[in-house]
């Protein structure tokens, strides 16, 4: 649940003594000091410095209550002008509550009461993995404070913010905010440069067919937010190859009645700022395409989407418009898809957020898809997971022409937490598991593959991470070339690249050279291979001419990786093959030559007797 800071006062006049507190309230102008300073051992002391000051001349306040959104609280003091007050805590179910009895009544128009409130609590700021992260709460009702003023310390060996949302201009080191800025969603600080994650994959794959057949699962790919490393699979797969949406597919082949286990090892690394991305017209056209659930030719999508225009307006549309339904989260209810969810916006999980905002920025122009993926949560209540089968979350992204890459948003947890922004900063904690561009149901993430009967076994297992190990891909190569050729006929052969690294090898070129044999010079650019997988390219050379008996090497080089290949062309072709098959043409033609001979023979004896 979110966290707030909720004020009341007690106060006590002969005039209001049965007065709503909330009307207790207006009677006082309230200006609020709080320091956060956060230690090493991610322990925040929390400093309240507050002053009342009368705006009647009949009352007075002799109490205050504060109800805090922490369970886990220690340390707790407070003061008056006139010394020490004992606090009062009681325990609630969203946190606790802080009554303090002043010792002294201030009493007249524009008189003062100062007072301080401290408390240490280990829920504000945590290191998780290589990131601290730092939730001050937001406020419940900010027209209740003239002046709320915040200001974080910590530790100097933190470095500089990674994002503070909201943004703020920091000036000299500090970290300052006031009442807007602070508002009812609170204040997200990170520290570090990239989270890493271990992964443990289970897929169940099965043929309940009389036939065998070919199937494939989804590993988590890199992307431009995320690089990924495939440590084990536990079953080879046939291969591995990557869509037009850069998901890797790892093929199998299973006998009829077989079942299959394969668990899928590995770690990622997740960054803030994605990587440049090109994006070729022919995708951009993919990508705005009516999908089922992205029912982007219908009518009431494309109204709105033509008053929307922009992916922030769509995606503040989308947070505020609909409605977060955690009881579906372990109910089973369809999905509705776009269109259907602008008919009843009361009821949507994190699924159909996101087709709404694919659907409506297709609609208005904008390039958009579906992540599916794993995401780190401290708070289900706040940051919800859907899609119980497994600790899964979706969420989309759109191309910005302007930047020159795909955006990552998500308005499922912008509408959870009140207005936390997931717009312009997102953040470590989402995990792509899949793509979905070219189709709004396909491939399916890890924890999708599920035997019928077993849908509540846990098949996502992802846990922090320490060491991220080396990217750098490593490459396998090998030929496959005849021993000779024959002159004046076609010479072909082919090279297969493997990928038999732990990483993606990305887009490069393949070059061919020799010495005689044209084209001397050639250049193929190749696809992107992901870890278990390979390609082989043909590889063919002009016709020589009749009669040519020579030898030539081909070097064939990639990735800094070179092996040879030597040729042999010969007019004619000595080899156990070649040898079989002259005797058995001698043998051929000597038998029907005999047989030739004895047909003609023994008539023309006949006729001489």
Not at 192 to 206: A, C, P, R, V, W
Not at 227 to 241: G, H, Q, R, W, Y
Not at 423 to 435: E, G, M, Q, R, S
Not at 544 to 550: D, I, Q, R, S
Request: hydrophobic content about 40%; proline content about 6%; charged content about 20%.
């Amino acid at each position: 649940m979110k966290r707030f800071l909720y004020f009341w006062l007690a106060i006590f006049s002969f005039l209001i003594l049965f007065t709503p507190k909330t009307l207790a309230v207006s009677n006082f102008d309230t200006d609020y000091k709080v320091t956060y300073t956060v230690s090493t051992n991610a322990i925040t002391r929390v400093d309240f410095s507050v002053t009342l000051t009368n705006k009647t001349a009949q009352y007075y306040a002799s109490s205050y209550s504060i109800q805090i959104g922490f369970k886990n609280i220690s340390n707790v003091n407070a003061y008056d002008s006139d010394g020490p007050i004992v606090p009062n805590l009681k325990s609630e179910a969203n946190g606790q509550n802080i009554e303090l009895t002043f010792n002294k009544k201030v009493v007249g128009l524009g008189n003062k009461l100062s007072f301080n409130l401290s408390f240490d609590t280990p829920e504000i700021a945590q290191k998780i993995g290589k990131i601290w992260e730092i939730d001050i709460p937001g406020l419940a009702k900010q027209s209740d404070f003239q002046n709320f003023n915040v200001h974080v310390n910590v530790p100097s060996s933190l470095g500089s913010p990674t994002y503070i949302k909201p943004a703020i201009p920091i000036t000299n080191g500090n970290l300052d905010f006031n009442k807007d800025q602070l508002g009812s969603s609170g204040i997200s600080i990170a520290f570090g440069d990239e989270q890493i994650y271990k992964f443990n994959l289970t897929y169940h794959l099965s043929n309940p067919n009389l036939f065998p057949i070919q199937t494939e699962i989804a590993l988590p790919p890199s992307t431009n937010y995320q690089d990924v490393l495939i440590d084990d699979i536990s079953v080879k797969p046939m291969n591995a190859t990557e869509d037009k949406d850069g998901n890797w597919l790892a093929r199998y082949s299973l006998s009829p009645s077989k079942k299959l286990d394969v668990v899928v090892k590995g770690k990622v690394r997740i960054s803030l700022s994605p990587k440049k991305e090109f994006l070729p017209q022919d995708k951009i056209n993919d990508y705005l395409k009516s999908q089922p659930y992205w029912q982007v030719s219908d009518a009431s999508i494309k109204k709105l989407a033509d008053t929307l225009k922009t992916p922030e307006a769509i995606y503040e549309y989308v947070t505020k418009t609909l409605n977060y339904d955690f009881s579906r989260v372990t109910a089973s209810k369809d999905r509705v898809g776009a269109a259907g969810l602008l008919k009843d916006p009361s009821s949507a999980v994190c699924l159909e957020f996101t087709d709404l905002f694919v659907a409506l920025a297709r609609a208005a122009g904008i390039p958009a898809r579906e992540i599916d993926g794993f995401a780190y949560t401290k708070n289900p209540a706040e940051r919800p997971l859907s899609l119980v089968k497994d600790i899964l979350h979706a969420w989309p992204e759109y191309y910005d022409f302007a930047k020159g890459t795909w955006i990552m948003v998500d308005p499922t947890w912008g509408n959870t937490t009140k207005g936390v922004d997931y717009f312009n900063t997102f953040d470590f904690d989402h995990f792509a598991f899949v793509i979905k561009g070219q189709n709004s149901s396909y491939p399916v993430p890890a924890g999708g593959y599920k035997f019928k009967g077993e849908e509540k076994v846990q098949d996502v297992d992802v846990s922090l991470g320490d060491d991220f190990g080396n990217i750098a891909p490593t490459i396998g190569l090998s030929k496959n070339f005849s021993e000779i050729y024959m002159s004046g006929m076609p010479i072909k052969g082919q090279v297969t690249i493997a990928n038999i690294g732990a990483s993606i090898v990305d887009e490069q070129d393949i070059v061919i050279q020799t010495k005689f044999l044209e084209p001397s010079y050639q250049k193929i650019t190749l696809a992107r291979i992901p870890p278990f997988g390979f390609l082989t390219v043909p590889v063919s050379f002009n016709k020589t001419p009749f009669l040519t008996n020579k030898t030539d090497v081909a070097t064939i080089t990639i990735g800094g990786k070179s092996i040879s290949q030597e040729i042999k062309i010969s007019p004619f072709i000595i080899n156990k093959w070649s040898i079989g098959g002259g005797i058995l043409i001698v043998i051929i033609i000597a038998i029907t030559l005999i047989i030739i001979i004895r047909s003609r023979h023994i008539p023309f004896l006949e006729q001489e007797r």
